[in-house]
């Protein structure tokens, strides 16, 4: 019987020693392994990392070039707004005529010789709002949030962190709804006043900024716009369009196509108000917002800038 034992006890152990021997073989040949097949997909990530990067500065670079090519032919002649390009969907409006279009004679007159950037984003707050935020705090840049009205405690903090980090806090009405927004002139006036008193007692600040519900030049109003824009003016409200449209109303563009609409449509204007959205589907947005504000700085004589009382209003529509 311990003889027995005994046998057991040794076919254990060589059992054990080989499961052992086994394991300090195999282990690290699957670490091996696994390292190899994650090397594999960061090289290839880092690769197609690079061929986009090199596709981006190349396509900037002559974009650049073209603008600032249609920029030296135009002069002197006055700048007029870029005609936008993203349809009605979540704030963008339909491309307005020609008659429509008001010339920057102004703008080209007073000059001082920088171009302003104003970087502004449509409908928010939503759940990419802190990471626009973070990302233009990263680079130091100030920003436009024209908002709507969302009462959910959730959201109480992000109005406040937009005026607390020093950007601008602005209307895009309350609902948002055209139907409601541009019913009749008084339905206007109860969305607009709803959200002035909706963000000051949200943040203590009295909105002067509105931004219309698919621009000034939208075919959706019931309202004659320039009725709308009268009211605004005897409210001492300031309403502003966009002359650069990022596109990324569409929910099919890409990152690098918005970047490249941003870049080579600013190089046209003294005063460039490009059109984003805050919103949780828009994430090519959030990917593209660093690479513009890159290109930006690189820009000569070229600065970020909140919209404010005193900016040049940019609008699709004459007064």
């Given amino acids: 019987m311990e003889q027995e034992a005994r046998k057991k006890r040794v076919l254990f152990l060589r059992k054990l020693i080989l499961f052992s021997v086994g394991m300090a073989v195999l282990v690290p040949v699957m670490i ?68 429509e279009e008001q010339a920057d004679a102004d703008e080209e007159e007073e000059w001082d010789g920088i171009r302003r950037v104003y970087l502004t984003f449509d409908d928010g707050p939503s759940a990419s709002t802190d990471q626009i935020l973070s990302t233009l705090s990263d680079y130091g840049v100030k920003a ?12 109480a903090q992000l109005y406040n962190r937009i005026v607390e980090e020093g950007h601008t ?57 320039q009725e709308l824009i009268d009211y605004l003016g005897r409210e001492n409200i300031r309403y502003f369009d966009w002359n650069v449209d990022s596109g990324d109303a569409s929910g099919s563009i890409g990152t690098w196509q918005i970047a490249d609409n941003v870049i080579r449509g600013i190089p046209r204007f003294h005063n460039a108000v ?8 828009k994430r090519t947005t959030l990917e593209a917002l660093p690479m513009i504000i890159e290109a930006v700085q690189e820009m000569d004589n070229t600065v970020f800038a909140p919209i404010d009382e005193d900016t040049f209003a940019v609008h699709h529509t004459v007064n």
């Fill in 32 to 99: 091996s392994l696994l390292l190899a097949m994650r090397y594999d997909r960061a090289m290839d990530a880092l690769n197609k990392s690079r061929e986009e990067l090199t596709w981006y500065k190349n396509h900037f670079d002559a974009r650049q070039a073209e603008a600032e090519t249609a920029v030296a032919e135009a002069e002197p002649a006055a700048e007029q707004p870029a005609v936008p390009e993203g349809g009605m969907g979540n704030g963008a409006a339909e491309a307005p005529s020609a008659e």
């Fill in 169 to 225: 806090l602005a209307m895009h009405s309350y609902s948002h709804r055209y139907s409601s927004v541009y019913e009749s002139l008084d339905s206007f006036q109860t969305d607009l006043h709803k959200l002035q008193n909706f963000l000051y007692d949200t943040t203590g600040v009295w909105c002067k900024i509105y931004r219309f519900p698919g621009g000034s030049s939208n075919k959706a109003s019931s309202v004659d716009m």
């Fill in 144 to 155: 436009t949030f024209f908002v709507t009205g969302k009462p959910d405690k959730r959201y």
């Fill in 274 to 281: 490009v059109l984003m959205h805050d919103a949780q589907e």
